[in-house]
């Protein structure tokens, strides 16, 4: 059986005092929520207030992207995943679409940071995920396949054993435009038929699969009841503790 991971997405919001005052109110909310794993991943700054804040509960920190090596070296503005996990975290997203966007990541770079990750001793959490007009033009499974081939099937199966991936239609992030869970299911079929061809039938019931894009208490649930789907990568409803407790406790 696969449990269910809900990971929250904080992207560029919240402080190191922001951060704890969330924390006191969330852990009271999840410490009873044996059913699932539970994450949530602040800014690079707020890593540290959110990992003395989770101290000792069934909260794991992580970051939101890292380098793509982990030796030191004059790289300005990058952190590790070495450094990562020195600091505390457990997890960290790599290739969220944003970062695709805006920042330069390929799937060249998906798959080194994921391997450095590994390597680190942290769990990434890998993201795949069409635009608009890639679904719109019928092709949302080449791209899924693209991202998978470039940023996944590199990895040895032992690497590949560690990974979560998260499917985020772009089209459904930040948008209130969640997928149905009919369509988020046809495309976690897809990235899990991905994982059989190239890894075999374990490997594919093994891996979890979250689904990311407008994720919010009410719709929660429907996406759940779905047997591909093992989790949400939350970002809007993960800044209130009162609504990602209620993605939690799905
Ligand atoms: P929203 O939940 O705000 O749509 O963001 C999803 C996301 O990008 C999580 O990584």
């Not at 457990?90 to 060249?108: A, N, P």
């Not at 590994?118 to 795949?128: D, F, N, S």
């Not at 369509?183 to 019931?205: F, N, P, W, Y």
Request: charged share 20%; with cysteine; proline share 5%.
């Amino acid at each position: 059986m696969r449990k269910p991971l809900l990971a929250g997405n904080w992207k560029m919001y919240k402080t190191p005092a922001d951060t704890k005052a969330f924390f006191e109110k969330f852990i009271p909310l999840v410490a009873a929520s044996a059913h699932a794993e539970v994450a949530i991943c602040p800014p690079f700054v707020a890593i540290a207030a959110a990992v003395d804040a989770a101290a000792g509960s069934n909260v794991g920190v992580g970051g939101q992207d890292c380098y793509w090596t982990n030796k030191e070296g004059a790289f300005t503005g990058e952190v590790s995943p070495a450094m990562l996990k020195a600091a505390g975290c457990e997890w960290v997203i790599i290739g969220h679409s944003e970062r695709r966007q805006f920042f330069g990541e390929t799937d060249e770079s998906v798959c080194k940071k994921t391997v450095a990750a590994i390597e680190a001793g942290l769990r990434p959490i890998v993201c795949v995920g069409e635009l608009l007009e890639e679904r719109e033009s019928g092709r949302t499974n080449d791209v899924l396949k693209t991202q998978f081939d470039g940023g996944m099937a590199p990895l040895t199966a032992e690497q590949f054993a560690q990974i979560v991936i998260a499917y985020e239609p772009v089209w459904a992030i930040g948008t209130g435009k969640v997928a149905t869970p009919e369509i988020a299911e046809d495309a976690h079929k897809v990235i899990r038929s991905l994982v059989e061809a190239k890894s075999g039938k374990t490997a594919a019931d093994a891996v979890r699969i979250l689904y990311g894009g407008s994720v919010k208490p009410d719709n929660v649930k429907g996406l759940m009841a779905q047997p591909d789907i093992d989790g949400a990568l939350v970002g809007g409803a993960s800044l209130k503790a009162e609504d990602f407790a209620g993605v939690v406790n799905f």
